[in-house]
Structures are given as structure tokens and as C-alpha cells.
């Protein structure tokens, strides 16, 4: 049985193919089409799904759909006319853009099923991100906690799991968005909402929480284990932007080539707190809903990597799942996994251990792009040896093996590689390589076993998608992998998972004692992360690396 899971909403674009209830590929439309945070329909992703499996649209049985249009349409113009005499020009813009939003569901639907001949299933989002973490863990029963921006009305779902089936225990509307005030923020800051979040996170760690007063009033939690947010600080109708009162406390809005000064840091900061604050507020509540022990969490909340650590260090649940993708491409995985295990009622028999759900490319492949764009290259009797070899003589490395990842994290099979004992390797790929902001972390990668001897970290993390401390007598060790606050987003790595990274690892740790690379995703600012050979072979030539390991060869520049 083929199930195609399609997310086609305004970004995050992506499909997965499930195959008698397991997930054979999934991928993100952009990493075809090459524009990064494409609005384009995900044509390209779903021929690539047909082609790999090696089948017509004939073969696929159910296409799951991830957002429900007429339930949008219904809930956003309920809200938004009951606005529109306090507020009649912000109203009048959102219902536009309302307008806009529904039609293209609409003739999204309609597009899938004139291709595939088959109607597709309309699934709620949020029931969509709960089943991306739910279906795809370990656990039989668990508590699910789902915080974005928004869904068709619901910003927050409160569920819990139990063999195939979900249940929705409570949601917040769409008034009350840690995304949205998240997002809002993030504009006003300089940078852009809904794509730049984690700049503001990363920003955080160097300021102090100066204005965490005003934003605890921002976003008040109730007692019932819920939260509102103040819509006389914060614009609901405008993207969560602040408003003018908001605004005459915290200064106005920074022009995004404007110099970051302390006050922008300290108003990242105090949103950063008051959000972790929040978090732990919901799954505490949830808790005591379920009493389950594990969590899963989900949504593009779930990204705030600095949350999810003080979730797993302070919140109350033994054991804490976070798939590679919460963000709404996960909702591909989610509805396809929901057709099968939750409407179909079949077993389960998918646990994402692994986020490697993308294309591949066989060593004659890479050879004969190599060949084309004609590039200095030799092939290698052990490149994980020679990649570490390289590493620790300091230079920067691409690093393209297997297939590629599903999500918005490089781990280890789409990277840029860098030492992270040198000080100096922040800095240098911040600029020469990836060209970004220069406040910009990096992540490392640990070895599975290692990942005590250098982290307090309680839980392994594959997928990097929490922060936890650097031990104190590794900071100074590792330092271009150490945040300004003492602590890394870490990625465990399991030999098994992954074996040749792991090899790489390992072979380093031979050579200078620590097991633990500086890892960061194959592209450059504005770019998505590289797919293909020749992809990888254009981000290389065009960037400060020095060496690239592609296959069984090595790319060399000189």
C-alpha cells in the first residue's frame, strides 16, 4: 500500500511516500527547486516520491492533505468580523490575506486531484504535527504537545496517544500564539518573521532579560495551564507585530541593516525567557492531563531548541520525543502516518531513528558530475580517515554522503565540517563560508557514547533539537562549538544510524583526543541545503571551504 503525504501550505512545502506503513522517502520541495522557503506547489517532491519508488500515480491508494480550507475559511472570518470595528483596517488586510490563503488550499486540492485521480484526504494540521511525532516514536502511550504559529483555527493542541489512535484533549484559538508573538518580534528585531526565529533564539544567549517584566504581561499563563496574550502589546491581526504601546517601551522597529546593539539583544532575551517560561507551563499541565510518561513535541514552536532543553532538564516527563521535522513539512510524515495507523487502523511499524529519508547518490553518479563540471578530485581508499586527517590540520570541509536529510538540519550527510578545538572556526566559516551574522552558533556532533563525557545532556539527541550545557572542562576545548552562555544545540551520533559519519567522528577523535566535530548545514546564506552532486560541487566552489568529501572522493581547489 502507497500513501503520499503532501504539505502544500504557504511555505515548508514537502511530501512523503509511505509504503505499507513505512516512510520510504520524504523530502522538502525547496531542496529541488533550489528557492529557498519556496511558495511553490510541491510537484517536483511528489514526481521525485513516484520515481524512486519506481511507480505511476495508479499506485498510490490515499493522498493525505494537511490543512482543512472551509474550516479555516469559517473560523478566521468569525474572528476577524468580530474585530472589524476595533480594528477596521488591520481586519480588512487580514481578511485579504485570508481570502488569498483559502483559494490557493483550494485549488491545491483540486491540482492533487486532477493528477492522481484520487480526492485527496483533508486532515486537520495540528492532528497532522501530532501524528508526525506520535506515530513516528518509540513509545506505545504519550502525552503530545503541539505549539505554531497556527493551524486552520488552533495554535496549541493539548492530545495524547495510545497505540494508533490520537486525542485531543484541548486547544487554544487562534487569538492566543506563542508563534505568532514569536514571530512578531523576530520583525521587529530586523530579521524575517516566520523564517528567521532562530536568529532571535541564538541572539538571546548574549543579552540579558531587561524587559522580561513586560513580556510576562504579554504573554500571561493561567492557572487552568493555559496562556493569553495581551492584544494591547502585541497585534494579533498583523502577524503578532507590537503595537504602538509595546512599541514606546521597547524602542521601535530595528531596519534590518541596522547595527544590533545591546537592547536588541535584551529584548531577545526577555522573549526567550518568557517562551521557555511558557513551554514548561503547557507540558506541566499536560502532564497532569495524562500522567503519561513520555512526551512528544511538535509544531514550528518545537524548533526553540533552548526551550527543549529546559523542557528536558526541568519538565516532568521521563522520556522526550522530537522528530527531525516539527516544522509543517513534518506534516507530510503526519498525515500519511494518520491514514495508515489512525483511519486505516493498521499496526504501527515506523520509528524515525533516522532522518535520512532523501535522495541518494551512487559513487559513478558523483564521479561523472565531478567529470562534468571538471574539478581537480582523487579517489580515496578511507575518506572518513582523510576527512579527519584534514579536519585537524584545519581546514573547512564539505561533506556530501548518503541520503539526504529530511528537515532543516544538516546531520551529517549534508554538512560543512570544521574543528571545533579552534576558536578561531566560528568566526572563519560565519564569514568566508556561510556568510551570516557573526552572533551566528554552531552545533556539534558527538559521538553517541561520548555524549556524558563533554555535555550534561540527559537524553540523546540525533536530531539536534535541543541545547543542553557544555561541561565546564570542555568549554575551553571546544570553544567553536560552545555558545556565549557555556552551552550547544549537540547531535548525538549512533554508528548504526549512521556509520560512516561515526567513523569520521571517531577517526578525529584519534587523532586529537576529542570526539566531537563542528557541523553545520552543505549551503550559504539564503540558499537551500544542497541536494545534488553538482549542487554541492557549486555551494563548494562558490565558498571558504577548503576541501570537499563527496562519495569515495575528495574535491580538491587547489
Known amino acids: 500500500m502507497y500513501i503520499l503525504g503532501i504539505n502544500a501550505t504557504t511555505h515548508d512545502q514537502a511530501v512523503c511516500l509511505l509504503k505499507d506503513g513505512r516512510v520510504v522517502f520524504a523530502i522538502e520541495e525547496e531542496r529541488l527547486s533550489r528557492y529557498k522557503f519556496s511558495s511553490l506547489r510541491p510537484k517536483m517532491a511528489m514526481q521525485q516520491a513516484l520515481a524512486l519508488a519506481g511507480i505511476g500515480w495508479k499506485d498510490i491508494d490515499y493522498v493525505g492533505y494537511t490543512w482543512r480550507p472551509w474550516r479555516y475559511f469559517l473560523d478566521e472570518t468569525r474572528w476577524r468580523m468580530g474585530r472589524m470595528f476595533r480594528r477596521p483596517a488591520a481586519s480588512i488586510y487580514s481578511l485579504v490575506q485570508m481570502e488569498h490563503i483559502f483559494t490557493s488550499h483550494l485549488h491545491d486540492i483540486w491540482y492533487i486531484k486532477q493528477l492522481t485521480g484520487k480526492k485527496p484526504l483533508v486532515l486537520d494540521h495540528h492532528i497532522c504535527h501530532c501524528a508526525s511525532t506520535f506515530l513516528a516514536s518509540p513509545f506505545e502511550r504519550a502525552a503530545i504537545l503541539s505549539i505554531d504559529n497556527r493551524g486552520e483555527g488552533v495554535t496549541t493542541m493539548f492530545a495524547r496517544g495510545e497505540g494508533s489512535k490520537i486525542e485531543a484533549l484541548k486547544q487554544v484559538r487562534i487569538q492566543h500564539s506563542l508563534g505568532k508573538v514569536y514571530s512578531g518580534l523576530t520583525y521587529h528585531l530586523g530579521f524575517r518573521p516566520e523564517l528567521d526565529e532562530y536568529k532571535v533564539m541564538g541572539l538571546a544567549s548574549y543579552g540579558e532579560p531587561e524587559y522580561y517584566d513586560v513580556f510576562k504581561k504579554l504573554i500571561s499563563l493561567n492557572s487552568d495551564g493555559g496562556f493569553k496574550v495581551d492584544t494591547k502589546l502585541c497585534n494579533v491581526d498583523l502577524d503578532g507585530r507590537p503595537t504602538k504601546r509595546l512599541i514606546d517601551i521597547i524602542g521601535p522597529v530595528r531596519d534590518r541593516w541596522d547595527p544590533i546593539t545591546q537592547k536588541h539583544k535584551n529584548i531577545a532575551s526577555s522573549l526567550q525567557k518568557v517562551l521557555e517560561e511558557a513551554v514548561l507551563h503547557l507540558a506541566r499541565q499536560l502532564y497532569r492531563m495524562t500522567r503519561a510518561d513520555s512526551l512528544c513535541l511538535t509544531g514550528g514552536v518545537a524548533y526553540n531548541s533552548v526551550a527543549n532543553g529546559r523542557l528536558e532538564s526541568e519538565g516532568p516527563f521521563k522520556n522526550i520525543f522530537i522528530p527531525s521535522c516539527v516544522g509543517d513539512a513534518g506534516t507530510s510524515i503526519g498525515s500519511a502516518l494518520y491514514i495508515y495507523n489512525s483511519i486505516l487502523g493498521k499496526p504501527r511499524d515506523y520509528v524515525m531513528d533516522s532522518a535520512s529519508l532523501g535522495l541518494s547518490y551512487t559513487n559513478e553518479e558523483i564521479k561523472q558530475a565531478l567529470n562534468t563540471c571538471k574539478v581537480k578530485y582523487r579517489k580515496e581508499e578511507n575518506i572518513a580517515r582523510t576527512t579527519a586527517r ?137 540558499e537551500p541545503i544542497v541536494c545534488s552532486p553538482l549542487d554541492a560541487v557549486g555551494c563548494f566552489y562558490s565558498s571558504g571551504m577548503d576541501y570537499l568529501a563527496i562519495g569515495d572522493y575528495l574535491v580538491l581547489k587547489q
Not at 576558536?423 to 557514547?449: C, G, I, T
Not at 563525557?453 to 535541543?466: I, L, Q
Not at 561541561?471 to 575551553?476: A, C, G, N, S
Open 390 to 526: 584534514l579536519l585537524a590540520d584545519g581546514n573547512i570541509m564539505g561533506w556530501f554522503q548518503g541520503k539526504m536529510e529530511f528537515g532543516p538540519r544538516a546531520l551529517g550527510n549534508r554538512s560543512i565540517l570544521a574543528d571545533p578545538r579552534r576558536a578561531e572556526m566560528k568566526d572563519l566559516v560565519n564569514k568566508y563560508v556561510k556568510r551570516r551574522e557573526e552572533f551566528r552558533p554552531f552545533a556539534p556532533s558527538v559521538l553517541e557514547e561520548d555524549r556524558e563525557v563533554y555535555f550534561e545532556a540527559k537524553y540523546d539527541c540525533p536530531f539536534m533539537t535541543s541545547v543542553c550545557p557544555v561541561k565546564p572542562e570542555y568549554r575551553d576545548k571546544i570553544p567553536a562549538v560552545t555558545h556565549f552562555d557555556g552551552t550547544a544545540r549537540i547531535q548525538t551520533v549512533n554508528k548504526k544510524a549512521n556509520p560512516r559519519y561515526w567513523e569520521m567522528i571517531n577517526e578525529l577523535k584519534k587523532i586529537t583526543g576529542i570526539g566531537v566535530v563542528l557541523n553545520t548545514s552543505f549551503n550559504v546564506r539564503d
